[in-house]
Nanobody, 115 residues
Framework: QVQLVESGGGLVQPGGSLRLSCVAS????????MGWYRQVPGKQRELVAR???????NYADSVKGRFTISRDNAKNVVYLQMNSLKPEDTAVYYC?????????WGKGTLVTVSS
């Protein structure tokens, strides 16, 4: 079993920055991909950014140029640096890991962009 714990969410003004972190623990071998999704009430969860083992990251069009995903394999941590935040980035952000074809999710961290 993989456990994922997110941190770093909060309230930020438009144009501000936040960095989310997700620590993976448990049976964390053979992870194929780590990433971040987000969800607002009444809408489907959507991919924000994802990075595959040995691969390049990919981003949702809405965050390209503003968000950066990175991964520290030694610490089993994935980060999401969010810059130039907009009110429409407000959502619960979930850490995601794909392992052996199984999706693992964190409990989520709330990001609110508001003045």
């Amino acid at each position: 079993q993989v456990q994922l714990v997110e941190s770093g969410g909060g309230l930020v003004q438009p144009g501000g920055s936040l960095r989310l972190s997700c620590v993976a623990s448990g049976n964390i071998f053979s992870i194929v991909a780590m990433g971040w999704y987000r969800q607002v009430p009444g809408k489907q969860r959507e991919l924000v950014a994802r990075i595959r083992s040995g691969g390049s990251p990919n981003y949702a069009d809405s965050v390209k140029g503003r968000f950066t995903i990175s991964r520290d394999n030694a610490k089993n941590v994935v980060y999401l640096q969010m810059n130039s935040l907009k009110p429409e980035d407000t959502a619960v952000y979930y850490c995601h890991v794909l392992q052996f074809g199984i999706d693992h999710w964190g409990k989520g961290t709330l990001v609110t962009v508001s003045s």
